[in-house]
């Protein structure tokens, strides 16, 4: 199947630092890629939708100028968590849908945030 | 409205034995699909199944199952022949026609297979 990389996988930052994480399709070409958020025992939230060569689509709630979401080619896109603070740490999740199937969804493998 | 809905937080089943996820879902597109995932403890999400609005027949993959009652608006997830590598969160998924192909997940079901 085809296959998503997400890194970090584990990432310790400073409160007031920023935190950039990638999402590549290795494989293939993803026109769309989606950012999930995912507390302790919760189910995954979707934060936004990311289009190759334009901006991201946010969902409400989500504030865009804390997390920058670029989607600068077709195989990659990322997140970052600006200006972090404890109450972003959680576990982010990718996820890109490939051009020629609407019944896939690939994952990344995650990335666990803890900010102190 | 809760788009998708699952009812059981957690669920045991005996090693061997079938299991149903229970999945209910609200949508008023008739073009949509439905999406299983198992989430282990490291957190990735693996793709069990997936069932398509218009499928005449329901999906299987290996021991999944699921049991579309497209009238009910319910998508369960059978496991058959439980195994111990099965103890895992498990999520049901919709993705609607006009959704930019985003999935909207339920909350999840705890499944403990006991040996």
């Known amino acids: 199947g085809a296959v998503v990389s997400q890194h970090p996988s584990r990432v310790i930052c400073k409160s007031g630092t920023s935190v950039k994480i990638e999402c590549r399709s290795l494989?293939?070409?993803?026109?769309?890629m989606f950012w999930y958020r995912q507390f302790p025992k919760q189910s995954l939230m979707l934060m936004a939708t990311?289009?190759?060569?334009?901006?991201?689509?946010?969902e409400q709630g989500v504030e865009k100028d804390k997390f920058l979401i670029n989607h600068a080619s077709l195989t990659l896109s990322t997140l970052t968590v600006t200006s972090a603070h404890p109450e972003d740490s959680s576990f982010y999740i990718c996820?890109?849908?490939?051009?020629?199937?609407?019944?896939?969804?690939?994952f990344g493998q995650g990335t666990r945030l803890t900010v102190v | 409205a809760q788009k998708i809905t699952q009812t059981q937080p957690g669920m045991f089943v005996q090693e061997k034995e079938a299991v149903t996820l229970d999945c209910t879902y609200d949508?008023?597109?008739?073009?949509?699909?439905l999406f299983w995932y198992k989430q282990p403890s490291s957190g990735e999400m693996i793709f069990l199944i997936y069932?398509?609005?218009?499928?005449?027949q329901n999906a299987t993959e290996g021991r999944y199952s699921l049991n579309f009652q497209k009238a009910r608006k319910s998508a369960n997830l059978v496991i058959s022949a439980s195994q111990l590598g099965d103890s895992a969160m498990y999520f049901c998924?919709?993705?609607?026609?006009?959704?930019?192909?985003?999935?909207?997940f339920g909350s999840g079901t705890r499944l403990l297979v006991r040996p």
């Open positions: 998924a919709m993705r609607e026609r006009d959704s930019s192909y985003k999935l909207i």
């Open positions: 494989d293939f070409q993803a026109t769309t």
């Open positions: 069932q398509g609005s218009y499928d005449q």
């Open positions: 949508t008023s597109d008739p073009s949509y699909g």
């Open positions: 996820s890109a849908a490939r051009r020629e199937s609407n019944t896939e969804a690939f």
């Open positions: 990311s289009n190759e060569g334009s901006k991201a689509t946010y």
